[in-house]
């Protein structure tokens, strides 16, 4: 098992910066992959932004060059900068993380095995 905990979120105006932190616990060691997805109320949850063991990323189209996801894997900490954020990034984020073998890096959900609580973003206008 794995044990995620989401901090940094909170309420900011557009153009603004967070950044996000998920403390990993447990077996991280059967961790592959992990990613950053949100949810606004009424919409499907949807990846923002992912990172594989060895480093490769991959972002969403609407986060590109806002957006940078990095972790520490001595703190077992997974981050995302925040920049320039938009009235319509507001959403819970959740960290996850994911263990199959064959995947690098993936913004489906239905590839991650483990969630965190998720972590409030409101961006005012």
């Known amino acids: 098992q794995v044990q995620l905990v989401e901090s940094g979120g909170g309420s900011v105006q557009a153009g603004g910066s967070l950044r996000l932190s998920c403390v990993a616990s447990?077996?991280?060691?059967?961790?592959?992959?992990m990613a950053w997805f949100r949810q606004a109320p009424g919409k499907e949850r949807e990846g923002v932004a992912t990172?594989?063991?060895?480093?490769?990323?991959k972002y969403a189209d609407s986060v590109k060059g806002r957006f940078t996801i990095s972790q520490d894997n001595a703190k077992k900490t997974l981050y995302l900068q925040m920049d320039s954020l938009k009235p319509e990034d507001t959403a819970m984020y959740y960290c996850?993380?994911?263990?199959?073998?064959?995947?690098?890096?993936?913004?489906?959900?239905?590839?991650?095995?483990?969630w965190g609580q998720g972590t409030q973003v409101t961006v005012s206008s």
């Open positions: 996850a993380a994911g263990r199959t073998s064959y995947i690098v890096t993936s913004l489906n959900t239905r590839h991650y095995d483990y």
């Open positions: 990172i594989g063991s060895a480093g490769s990323k």
């Open positions: 447990g077996n991280t060691y059967s961790q592959k992959y």
